[in-house]
């Protein structure tokens, strides 16, 4: 059985097959299953690696606008419980928590609904 190759023994191009596994994940979610790099040369990986730096970068740019569209849509939500009995935020976090299902958990309701992680931390809670 071959061992592994250490990143200082593979080649350049075994570098870049490396790198584009990493950044196609980045990009689609998944990693490339059924797409053989064994045939590219450098100039194939450096036009992917620019392609999918790209998309990286739109994505970014509509993850960052859902999520403060989320926080808006959030923070009405937790003015409509206001209006109609929670007493204090808290309390409206306590309601939304359990219709989410998120047993009070604040990062997993962040991830429910669509807020950014870390966002109850930053709002001072």
């Not at 590219?40 to 990986?45: G, H, N, R, S």
């Not at 209006?83 to 204090?88: N, P, V």
């Not at 939304?96 to 990062?107: F, K, Q, V």
Request: proline residues 2%.
């Amino acid at each position: 059985m071959e061992a592994f190759k250490t990143w200082e023994e593979m080649s350049t191009v075994e570098q870049m097959a490396c790198q584009y596994w990493d950044m196609y994940k980045d990009a689609y979610g998944v990693r490339p299953r059924g797409i053989d790099t064994s045939a590219w040369d450098e100039a194939t990986f450096e036009a992917e690696f620019n392609y999918l730096q790209d998309l990286i970068g739109k994505n970014e740019q509509e993850r960052r606008i859902a999520e403060q569209e989320a926080a808006v849509a959030f923070e009405q939500r937790l003015q409509d419980l206001y209006a109609t009995g929670a007493k204090d935020r808290a309390m409206a976090l306590r309601w939304i928590h359990e219709a989410e299902g998120s047993n009070g958990d604040d990062e997993f309701l962040c991830y429910l609904v669509g807020l950014p992680y870390g966002y109850f931390k930053v709002q001072g809670e």
